[in-house]
C-alpha cells in the first residue's frame, strides 16, 4: 500500500480535473482521524492507474488462449517448447528442481504440475486458489493464471506477495518476468475495494485510501456517495478465520487453506546461497509491505446509497476495479436471525469444509462460486452457508422439483421450523410466518415479468421488500446471464452463493458469472472425490458401431445436417450394440439409464426394445410412475430419457448409462449426463464401478462431435476406452436387425421423416417440473408416419414393436413415500379446482 503522506494546509487537488469532472470532491480530505490525504499523490495515483491499465490490457493479451510467442528455432514442437525465456533461452532449473512440482509457462500463464511430486497436495491447494484447473489427468495437471483466477486468488484474501512467494517455492525455476508482471499487475487493480453492508448500509471498503480517492473522483461514483462533506471512515479490520462454520472443525482463512509446503520437500535449503532466490525474496518482501501489521489492521471506507449499489458495481467494472462482495452479518443488526443450526448428525466433508472456509474465510460471507461435481453434495454446502449466515436465505433453483428436494434437505440436515420454510412455485405460494426464513423459489418465478397472477405478484412483493442474508444459486451454470441480471436487481441479498458442477458454457458466457455473483471460490478434484469414494468410480467407453451398407449409402447421399444425424443415429448396428450392453448390464444386476436427445429415436428405440421412456410429451403420473418402477421394481431395469433427463435427476440407483444421440458437441451435457450415476448408492461396495458408454456412429460426423463432447471430463482425468466390437453381441438370441430386410424397412422409416425430426426437443421445464407437463403435451409433434403404416402393411413384428411399455406399467403400485406424497399433493389440488 502506498504510505499514507500529510497534506500541506488546504491541498485540494487539481483543479482540472475536478472542474472537468463536475464532482463535488470536499475540498479537504480527512479520515476519522482528521488525517489529511494528499490529492495530488492521488491524482499521480490516478495517472498511474490508467498506465497499469494499459499496461493490464497488452499482459491479458498476451496472454489470452492463441497468442503463444514463436518458439525459437530448431526447437521440436514438444511440451518443453513452451518453457523459454524471452531471450529463447531454457530458463534455469533450480538446483533441487525434482523436489519441486511446478513448471510455469512464460508466454501463456500456464503451470504445468506434477501430480506424483511430494508436495502436490500442498502444491495442488495453493493452485487451485490463484489459477483455472485446465486439466486434471492422473500425472500431470495443468492450470492456467488469468485475471480472473488472480481476481479469486485476492478476494479469498491472499496478497500479491503470498502468490508469488508461494508460486516461487513450487516451481522448478524462477519465476519468469512475464509471469511475476502478470501477477502484480492483476493483483493490483483487483480484489482492492469490497462492497460491504454493515447496519444496512453499503459501504465501499479497502485497505488502500487512494483507491477510494480514485472511486470518489470518478464521475459516476462520486455522485453516488452518501453525505459527501464525510471523510473516509477509518476502522479495524475483520480478523480472519475467527469464525465457527456449523459442522466443522474449524473455519479456515484463505490463508490457512494455502498450507506451506514442508520445506524438505520442496527442497527448500536455507543455507544454500542463491542469488536469484534473494532477488525474488527481496521482491516479494516489498510486495508485502501491505502485510505490514499496522497498516493491515486498517480499513477505509465510504458510503454509497442501497439505489445505486448496482450502478456503482457496473462502474468499477468497467474502471478495472470489480468489486468483491461482503457481509459482515454478525454486526448486521438489522435484519432478524434466522433460528437455524445444523443437525449435530451432519458432518461436513473436508472437500465441503474447505470450500466453505473460502466463503467464510475472514469472518464475513464473500459472494461467489463454489464448484463441486454432481452429486457431491452442493445442497447441504449451501444449507450450511445459510446455518452460517443465519439471516434470511432465498434459494433459487431451475426447476419446481429442485424446490421441493432442496426444502426436503433443509428439514433433513438442520433444525429450522417447517414453518420458516416458504415454497414459492407455480403451484405453491407461500410465505414464512416470522420476520425472517428461508424462502424456496424457481429463478423463472422470479424473473418472470409478466402475467402473475394475485397471489404470485403478493409473493413477489414479499420477496422484493426485504433484505435477504443469502441467496442461494442453484446450477448457475445453466441459467443465462439476463436472468442473473433481473435476480439480483429484484432480490436484495447481501451475499450471494453460486453453486455449480460445471463452469462451462459453449458460448463463453461464463465469465459474466465472476461479476454477477462473484469469484469462483473452490473447485473441487473430481477424481480425488471419487477416490476417496464421495462419488462414484466410473468406466468411460466410447463405443464405435460401423454403419451398415444401406444407411452409409444415404448418409453420404444426404444433404442436410438434420438427416444425417438422424441416420447415424438410428444405424441398425448402434441399435444392436445398445441392445447388447442392456442386456449385459441387466444381467449383472444394474440398473440402465439410455439416453437420447432425438424423441423420435427415443421412441423407436424404446418400443422395440420394450423399455419404458419418458420425454418432454410424457405426462407428469407417468414420469413419476416409470422413476419409481425403476426404483423399486426388479422388472423395470433400463429406462430411456431424453435430455429432460440431463439434470435434476437424483436415481441413486442407476449404474449404467448408454447415450445414443446427444446435442452435438456440448461438454456441459456430457459432464452433466455423467453426473447421474456419480451418486450411485452403490458406490463404495467393494470394486463397485459405474459404466458410461456412449454409442457413436462410425466415419460420420458423430465422431468428431464425441470428441469435443468428452474433452471436459478427459480434461478431470476420465479415459474414455475405444471398443471397436462387443464380444459376444453375435451371441445374443433376439439380436434385433439381423436381416436386411428388418434394416431395410428402418432405413424406409428414417427416410420418411420430415427435416423436424432431428431437430432438438423444446422443453418447458424438466423431468419433475410440476406444471405443464401433466396438462400439456409439450416436445416435438411429429405427423409422418411408417412405410408399414403408409403402405398398410403392418406386419405382425411390427405391431408388437408398438406396444409401450409405459403402459404395461400403468396400474403398477407406488412404492416411495416421496412420490406417494406428490401424488397425493396433486391429486388434493385437482380436487380443490
Ligand atoms: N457431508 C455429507 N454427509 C453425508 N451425506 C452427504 C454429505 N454431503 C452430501 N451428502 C449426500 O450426497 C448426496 C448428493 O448430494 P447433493 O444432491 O447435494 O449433490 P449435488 O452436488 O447437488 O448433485 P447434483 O449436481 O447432481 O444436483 C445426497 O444424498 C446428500 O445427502
Known sequence: MPPKRKAPSGANGPPSKRVASGV???????????????????????????????????????????????????????????????????????????????????????????SFSPSFKQAEAFLINIAEPQSRVSRIHEYTLTPHSLFAAVSVGLTTGDILRELDLLSKTPIPESVREFIINSTKSFGKVRLVLKHTKYFLESSDPSVLQRLLKDDVIGRLRVNEADGLVKESAPKMGDLAIPGTRMAAGAKQAVQRPQQQNAGENEDEVDPQRDADRMAAALLEEDDDEDERDQVHAFEI??????????????????????????????????????????QIRPYQEQAL????????????????????????????????????VIVLCTSAMSVVQWRAEFLKWSNVNPNDIAVFTADHKDKF??????????????????????????????????????????????VPAEMFKKVTYKVKAHSKLGLTATLLREDDKI????????????????????????????????V????????????????????RSLLFTMNPRKFQACQFLIDYHESRGDKVIVFSDNVYALEKYAKRLRKAYIYGGTPQAERLRILENFQHNDQVNTIFLSKIGDTSLDLPEATCLIQISSHYGSRRQEAQRLG????????????????????????????????????????????????????????????????????????????????????????????F?????????????????????????????????????????????????????????????????
Not at 550 to 555: C, K, R, V
Not at 782 to 787: C, E
Open 769 to 833: 417440473s410440476m406444471s405443464g407437463a401433466g396438462r400439456r403435451k409439450m416436445g416435438a409433434r411429429r405427423t409422418a408416419g411408417s412405410l408399414a403404416e403408409l403402405s398398410g402393411g403392418q406386419g405382425m413384428a411390427y405391431v408388437e414393436y408398438q406396444r409401450s411399455r409405459n403402459k404395461e406399467l400403468k396400474g403398477k403400485g407406488t412404492q416411495n413415500a416421496f412420490i406417494r406424497k406428490i401424488r397425493r399433493e396433486q391429486e388434493r389440488k385437482r380436487a380443490q379446482k
Open 357 to 392: 472456509s473460502k466463503m467464510f474465510g475472514n469472518g464475513r460471507a464473500r459472494s461467489g462460486i463454489i464448484v463441486l461435481p454432481c452429486g457431491a453434495g452442493k445442497t447441504l454446502v449451501g444449507i450450511t452457508a445459510a446455518c452460517t449466515v443465519r439471516k434470511g
Open 511 to 542: 465469465q459474466d458469472l465472476n461479476f454477477l455473483i462473484g469469484p469462483k471460490l473452490y473447485e473441487a478434484n473430481w477424481q480425488e472425490l471419487s477416490e476417496q469414494g464421495h462419488i462414484a468410480r466410473v468406466q468411460c467407453a466410447e
Open 24 to 114: 463535488g470532491t470536499p475540498a479537504s480530505m480527512t479520515d476519522s482521524d482528521g488525517e489529511y490525504f494528499d490529492e495530488d499523490e492521488a491524482e499521480e495515483d490516478y495517472e498511474d492507474n490508467e498506465k497499469e491499465k494499459e499496461d493490464m490490457r497488452h499482459l491479458v493479451k498476451k496472454f489470452s488462449v492463441g497468442s503463444y510467442s514463436k518458439k525459437p528455432k530448431g526447437v521440436q514442437a514438444d511440451a518443453a517448447a513452451g518453457f523459454f525465456n524471452s531471450d529463447n533461452a531454457y530458463l534455469e532449473l533450480k538446483p533441487d528442481h525434482p523436489d519441486r512440482p511446478l513448471w510455469i509457462d512464460p508466454h501463456k500463464g500456464r503451470i504445468i504440475m506434477e
Open 305 to 346: 446509497t442501497a439505489e445505486s449499489v448496482q450502478d456503482v458495481s457496473k462502474r468499477c467494472r468497467a474502471i478495472d476495479l470489480p468489486l468483491t462482495e461482503e457481509y459482515d452479518f454478525r454486526n448486521d443488526d438489522h435484519n432478524a436471525n434466522l433460528d437455524i443450526d445444523l443437525k449435530p448428525a451432519a
Open 676 to 767: 447421474r450415476i456419480l451418486r450411485a448408492k452403490r458406490r463404495n461396495d467393494e470394486g463397485f464401478n459405474a459404466f458410461f458408454y456412449s454409442l457413436v456412429s462410425k466415419d460420420t460426423n458423430e465422431m468428431y462431435y464425441s470428441s469435443k463432447r468428452q474433452a471436459f471430463l478427459v480434461d478431470q482425468g476420465y479415459a474414455f476406452k475405444v471398443i471397436t466390437h462387443l464380444h459376444g453381441i453375435e451371441k445374443l438370441g433376439d439380436l434385433h436387425f439381423t436381416t436386411s430386410h428388418e434394416r431395410l424397412e428402418l432405413l424406409q422409416d428414417v427416410m420418411l421423416q420430415s427435416e423436424d425430426t432431428a431437430n432438438v426437443e423444446r422443453i418447458d421445464g424438466d423431468l
Open 544 to 563: 464405435w458401431c460401423p454403419m451398415t451398407t444401406e444407411f452409409y449409402t444415404e448418409y453420404l447421399r444426404a444433404n442436410s445436417t438434420n438427416k
Open 433 to 478: 410466518p416470522g420476520n425472517t426464513g428461508i424462502i424456496i423459489s424457481t429463478y423463472s418465478m422470479v424473473t418472470q415479468s409478466k402475467g402473475r397472477s394475485y397471489d404470485s405478484q403478493k409473493v413477489m412483493d414479499f420477496i422484493e421488500n426485504r433484505e435477504w442474508g443469502l441467496m442461494i444459486l442453484d446450477e448457475v451454470h445453466v
